[in-house]
């Protein structure tokens, strides 16, 4: 089979793809792209469906997750239920050995409490650098963020080309006009299997601590990170993962 080549998607084809809908995005992604193309989750809700619609239409695709060892018991749940439930084997990409000895060695174990920049520096080892050697095998980047989750993320669009580690990539976010309700309706019609720390008040799940669950009246990120910008909005809560948003501009 032979697949389209980066170099090959044009302002025209973007804007084609900006049009889809978002299982149709998934699909074009693997017909055209297959192993070149994977979905990067970390098991919220997003991601979950978005492998489901894959799911509907290949036996095989790539699924990727980046495992920072602190993950909660019900993330590695979600990993191993799809993988049941679908047949597929998710791949992990972890924190190289060495960045985090000598973070852990200088810093301890629990520097995100400290301030801001030892945050971003722990999930620079934990989780930016790992997704960073998954994106390096990839030419098609889909991921689950979604417009209504912070204002950083208002303008994501569905599908731009961005650079990651030097590389051209595509990156799709195939739900990014999508709202809460939008996901549970297609969560519980088709009976998808999702994150249980969505029944336990969670609305944004990252690692242990980190995340928490929300009470009434928070915005979907505010449960991350609680101990930096108590009471402003969440706009400042990125991991740095998805620095290069299309048209997201900005974390800082
Ligand atoms: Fe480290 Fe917390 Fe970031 Fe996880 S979310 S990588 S524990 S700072």
Known sequence: ??????????GEKIAELNAME???????AFDN????????TSF?????????????????????????LRLHPETYDSVSG??????????IYGPDKGLLKDMTERFGEYLFFTDKAKQEYCCNVR??????????TLDVWITGLRRDQSGYRKDVEKAALTEEGGRRILKLCPLA???????????????????????KGYDSIGCIICSTPLVKGEGPRSGRWRWFNRGSSDDKKECGI?????KGGSKK
């Open 82 to 91: 799809a993988e049941k439930k679908y047949g597929i084997k998710v791949e």
């Open 177 to 199: 006009d999508w709202d809460t309700d939008r996901v549970w309706k297609y969560i519980r019609e088709k009976n998808v299997p999702y994150n249980r720390l969505f029944d």
């Open 127 to 136: 989780k930016v650098e790992p997704n960073r050697r998954a994106l390096a």
């Open 33 to 40: 792209f297959g192993e070149r193309a994977a979905i990067g």
């Open 1 to 10: 089979m032979k697949y389209m080549k980066i170099s090959g998607i044009t």
């Open 242 to 246: 998805h620095t290069t948003n299309p």
């Open 44 to 68: 919220q809700l997003t991601g979950s469906v978005m492998v489901d619609m894959a799911a509907r239409h290949f036996n095989k695709f790539r699924v990727f997750i980046v495992d920072t």
């Open 22 to 28: 978002a299982e149709e995005l998934v699909k074009w």
